[in-house]
């Protein structure tokens, strides 16, 4: 008798393996990401065991994939590993060959989003210039911005050089503030647009149009996924961001690159994922009955012809399945420490990045932290108590999150991108408020082969706009493909008879940020 | 770099793929060399790259230049005409874009927009073919083209010769199994079952189909079905939403939209029933009920919130409600500053927003105005009890007026001679004796009266708390909403001279104490006790008050009295009188009633006990009433969206370039914003509507953004087909049913959704129709199928929202006892319309499933694939007791269970591989079953079966299993 992972086996070499082309560089894949691990692949081995058998048919509706199994054979296909999924077979079907453009220098990216856009000026752009011309409205900071404001409005807080670097940063963050040597903070990013909608599109989709996939959906399709016990694109946000799905949406990519959306604000693994578990359903049954919807969910997908959606919703059936037995593991953070906990202190925000943590030593690619509900970083009135309660909310889970991957090293793989869809206006709005800016602000990244430690590109004198090495939107995510080792210009997906790019046209690696 | 390969040959193919590429459509926009309309090719490159400057926003715009007005555009500006039609040289809009010199250039260059070059060769080639003017494509009217066949036909047509032009044709029409099965899922949500699948798959009957259809649409679980589409639209949900999320009775509206669409009724008609329902001349509890539409919006409980604030909020989402659900437009940005694309002010905003901003409502606790939902029985009972009421109330009073005379002796009314109000109100003495208190009305107060003694004995006080005969609104207390008071403390001092002497109060004794609020608690020194008399706050009262000891008094004696009332929410004395007494204490009562006052009395009670009776458990559901023309609100501006910050006064208006012909009466109400909607002259509503049914039906918008028909929305992908729908829909006298026949009998329905290599590359999205859609339906008909394949559906229709099993522990209710408690019985197994949605903390099932929260208007749901999706399918006790429910249905079966199993989830005849694949299942688990029975009983227990007699545990638990993998197929929870 078989029916559990023997059969499951075979599911998943029909899906990955044979009649798509599993690349060479999964086998390394798979190694490395087995080292070190026990928890799910020792449950399975010792199931395995338990369910070893003499007949290794696949069922009937697979002929020709039996196959004699081993003990590694079944290790590679429960465990981790075995991604590349994505590029490899697009790049086989339009006739390229190869999985990486060039060597890549981080394998995965965090992604925390200050959803609202955060005031360059509180925090790494210092412009003493506001103080003298406090009040005033030189021609410079004349700008038009989505509503109306009035003269310069002085950052209250304080700067000082931050690490041995000494790159400026603001009293405000003063536990990120000793770790500027990891960042590189890019203070002349720009986008195209002053309002919440267009610019959270361009700066999670690349594009103001709702209809194009998601920055995390072009690196899930262009790198695969490390781990396929879990989703490779997960986005965390305590409550629903403005715009929601439609920021981490597949598009017309494959289905299963879409961003899974987990409501983090009750970090428990149960509240987090509804059904997690099956109450009376023990694993053997559902690893039986999971096969075999599979393999008749592929020979439907055979009869009706190819169809993405299916192709997704398939393989989220298979990643829920292995779920059950991760998901308590990766989202738990009572596993961790009381001293990492007390590490990233209380909060969401911090829950937030412990468990981006926690998904990146499994392999997740793409991780975004959405700050919270709504756009609370919109501060357009009241603006600098709300920017201090803001700033005391992050400032100790970055410096953890930072500190923790780095002694875990993870860091240098592990690229860590801040920022909002735009930044806040110099000028005050309605006398205590900063309105969208668009012309100039603040993005930072960290770890991933970048070079820490500098600040790249200015701000005019007053840092309304970008003037210096202006870094659009489009260049930045030119520069995380690169440094995930994909060129931005050549991870192209073929769709109704157009190669789209994540960067459409434009985007500039800003080969300057990255490290030797 | 652009990466664009190109697919054919040709100069047009090119231009096209580069508006493509521009625009973000991937479908031909100009056909061949057709000249090019201003709607479709020339606006959006204006609209994106000029009108922030020079478009409809007065406060960004530059050198006054408006390039969204034709005559302004061809007009004289500065030194030349921006636009002089057939003279492209000439103008100066070319020149500008041509130009290199950044000083001249535009876009300027500090815009970071540029214009390519297909851009310039486009707005110069439609100059020089006259500069044709028009509007945004989806302002101008629908027109259908000549030669056009009416009804099924017409369809077929326009999308094949979208087809043609790519060389494709419409594919075959699926089998007769799948097109049941669609039909019914996409017509009332439900699974046919298989009896009927064969039937119709084995008629001969060429009028099938359409008898099919008719039989469907006639079913009562049709309006259901598309009650949930309105739902969402309504931003329906149970609870009012915010922070304490306190449950609303809103079901009542839900069953009203379920009745309304299974009557057809039209769209124009529900349109005017749901905004202005109450303002209809024959306007019945129907109409006014329907006017809960609006208020879907929520409301916040929460301690110390402006309730003006939370109130604009609900007026402004019902203006951004009625504009995306009628006409496709997002108008919130206008609130806060004129909208940057659409012709949209702020004025045109603040309009509508002054025509919606003359309700009732005020974002009150108790939701008022309220609709109560008696039966015409009830009604009838409730008035005659009423009439009762008040005649009896007036004889109690006369009857108790004249007691009061002959109660009174012995006792002598004291005559005000100083009174103090702490909070500042008027203390005045009338003719009676008494003290009528007026003025200001604080919260609190505590009046200090100094009242003159007459000469002799003093043994006990009396205070008469007095109702206000005269009074338009009769009641005890100040607070003409609870006019209840509260005695927190009375203290009593003799002055006589300068000497002050503490008068000890004891045996204190009332006509009437509210329950927990005795007049005991008036002398015991505590502030928070005290005495009331709710629920009689509407009738008089007395207390009596002893004196410890007997107090002979000089002829200068005064008494000074202290009414301390704490309590809040002026709870205070309205009017009041004290009176002395000389004689023998104990025997004083304080109100001394006849048997005949005592008769009327009893007679009262009985009568409010039953008028509280009729309306015990009726429904009070909020809904719209408007102003009385003497209470209008006067509406202005709020400048950046704030309330608190008032601009200049609007008068109500529709937005100026969006009036398509139609006047607003005098005074312009709610009932002119509904024609307005349904008017002939406005293009909006009716594409936005069939494009909103198309999708339903396609999985996808004809439009893809379907909450935007603006400038930033997508076009159309067939616009001829839309502007057709649009057409049919009102000439059909906006029949839903009538629009849904003529859409699924054509051929583009019905055709067969399978994918061949060559549809797949020339229309990857389907979005030329070349085949049937092929979509994964919403939350509710995934659930309400699994049900009903599994046999325990229930058709139980209407009622209040019930509670089918979640996770324990979702709901954290911290203001009140509120619980989600699993429904037993019927209940658990409703279609998923009836669930409960809590805003704050919907359904998994639902969100999984991309349901909304119901917080906001949710115009369509776009569909995600996530594993959390494949967990609720596989662990949800609702999917386990539907495999149960399946399994019990396959073991009465006497052969192929399997089988039979598996034709009844997907309604077609099964092959024998997928069989042998499952009963391969099934034995591989009954070994394993037979191995360890404990766990049989626990999936047993899970799936809520009993196992029959006729079958082992470990086969009715395999059989379990198996329906589980069946319910768990894509086949199965895929409409295809």
Redesign the interface.
Known sequence: ???GFGLFFCAFRSCLGDNRGVSGRTAAGVQRVLAGRSGFEAAGVSLMKQRMSERGGC???QPGSGSVLTRRHLIRSLGAGAGSIGLATALSDSGESGVQHFAPRARRVIHLFMNGGPYQGDFFDPKPMLRKYAGQRPPEADL?T???TAGLLPSPFRFRPGGSSGVPVSSLLPLTGRLMDEICVLRST?T?NP?HG?ALLLMNNG??????PSMGSWLSWGLGSENRNL?SYVVLCPGKPVRF??LW?SA?LP??H?????NHSVPTP??L??????????R???S???D??S???R??LQ?????G??E???Q??E???R??FTATDAFDLQQETKATRELYGDGHFAAGCLLARRLSERGVRFIQVYYGDGQPWDT?SDHNRQAENLARSIDRPIAALLQDLRQRGLLDETLILWGGEFGRTPTS??GSGRDHNHYGFTTWLAGGGVRGGMAYGETDDFGFRAVQDRVHVHDLHATMLHLLGLDH?RL?Y????????LTD?SGRVLTEVVGS | ???????GGGEQLMRV?FL??IF?L?QPLAVGDEPLRFGRDVLPILSANCFSCHGPDE??RKAGLRLDLEAESKGRHGGGIPIVAGNPAGSTLVQRITSTDPDIQMPPPDS?RVLTEVQKGVLQRWIAEGAAWGRHWSFESPVVAAGVPGGSAGIDRLVESRLSARGLQLRGVADRYTLMRRLSLDLIGLPPTVAEAESFATSKDPRAVEQLVDSLLSREEFGEHWARMWMDLARYADTKGYEKDLGRTMWPWRDWLVRSLNQDVSLDVMTEQLLAGDLLADAGDEERLATAFHRNTMSNDEGGTDDEEFRSIAVKDRVDTTLQVWMGLTAG?AK??SH?YDPISMTDYYGLYAIFNQTEDADRYDDAPTLELLSDEQRRKRSELQARQADLRVRFEESRTADAVGDDHGWSVLSLSGGKSQGGAQLKAQADGSILVSGVRPVEDVYTLTLELPAGVVTALRLEALSGAGASVPGVGRNGADPNFVLSELEAELVTGGQVQRLQLVRPRADFEQSNWPVSAALDGDLKTGWAISPRQREPHAAIFELAQPVPLSAAAELRLVMRQHYGNSLTFRQFRWSVHGGEAAGLQPLRLSEKTRGLQAELGAVSEDLATVGAGVSKVPVLAALSADRQRETRLHR?GNFLDPGDAVQPSLPAELRFGFELGDPPTRLDVARWLMSRGNPLTSRVWSNRIWSRLFGQGLV??EEDFGA?G?LPSNPELLDFLAVEYRQNGWSLKRLLKVIVLSRVYAQD?????Q??RE???N?LLSRGG???PGAEVLRDQMLAVSGRLSLKRGGPPVMPP??D??WRSTYNGQKWVNAEGEDRYRRGLYTYLKRTTPH?MGT?F?GGSGEVCQIRR???????????T????TS?ECAGGLAEWMSGESENRVERGLRRALIRPVGQ??V???E??LS??R??FEGSPE?AV??L???RVQCPATISQAEFASLV?VA??IL????F??R?
């Not at chain 1, 594009?207 to 194009?212: D, S």
Request: glycine share 8%; charged share 20%.
């Open positions: 008798m078989i029916f069922g009937d509706l038009r989505e509503r109306k720009w195209d309002n267009p594009t103001i149009l709702p209809t194009r989703p799905s439609i949406t017309f289905g299963s879409q961003g899974t959306y987990i149960e509240k994922i509804p059904f997690l578990r099956n109450a009376t359903a023990g053997e049954l559902q039986a009955q999971v075999l919807i393999r008749l969910n020979h439907q009869r009706t012809g190819p169809d959606q299916l997704g919703r398939l989220a059936m990643t829920a399945f779920m059950q357009h709005e309605n210009e192209t073929r769709y109704a008879g157009r190669d789209f790019r046209v | 770099m652009i990466a664009c390969v190109l697919p793929a493509g590429l973000g991937y406060s960004q970071h940005c806060c500053h940057k950046r893809e953004t930033l997508s959704s399978g994918v061949t290599e549809l797949q229309d990857p999205g979005v092929r979509f994964r979640q996770p522990g979702l998994p999984t991309d776009i569909r995600t694939n996530t594993p959390l999706q494949a967990l609720v596989l662990n949800d006790p386990l591989d997928e042998a694949a499952l391969r299942l591989d688990v070994v394993m766990q626990a999936l227990a899970g799936a299993v589980s993998t768990n197929l894509d086949e929870l895929s295809r």
